[in-house]
């Protein structure tokens, strides 16, 4: 059996406004995050036409999420700790924002190069963390890895 390969990997740690930050193709004539399915009870992210929101957990999160892009579906990690979610994407223009739900200088610009539409698997952990400025909030420390390849094995 041959071994899904990597294509593309980026690592970003994008803003979190409303408890969300997108993997979103914003320069989509037709994709908006808003027509994305509503959130439920206990997801952590949902997924469709244009990408992804993601949820964080909290008061004030910070994040560090690495994104990868392979021929076909990867292992998962070895002991995927936290939560997690599957679904599924489409994008129109090939060009998706790892970013903020209003924009940031933090937003990463990732180049897909192969077509979708994908596949997606998120993994999420988080931790309680201290900062001295906001001691009465709920402050957390998020690692994601977000999982793509194309639903189709035509790379």
């Known amino acids: 059996m041959i071994e899904p390969t990597l294509l593309l990997r980026e690592s970003g740690s994008p803003w979190v406004d409303y408890h969300q930050f997108v993997l979103f193709d914003v320069e989509s004539a037709e994709a908006r995050a808003s027509d994305l399915p509503p959130k439920t009870d206990g997801a952590i992210a949902v997924s469709g036409h244009g990408g992804g929101k993601f949820f964080t957990l909290g008061d004030m999160t910070d994040v560090e999420v690495d994104f990868e ?87």
């Open 69 to 155: 892009l392979w021929t076909w579906e990867p292992t998962p990690p070895a002991s995927p700790d936290g939560d997690r979610f599957e679904g599924s994407f489409t994008v129109d223009t090939g060009r998706v924002v790892l970013g903020s739900v209003t924009g940031s200088p933090a937003d990463v610009i990732i180049e897909l190069p192969v077509p979708g539409p994908f596949q997606l698997r998120a993994f999420r952990t988080s931790a309680p963390a201290e900062n001295a400025d906001f001691p009465d909030l709920d402050y957390r420390h998020e690692r994601w890895l977000i999982q793509t390849w194309p639903s189709s094995t035509d790379t």
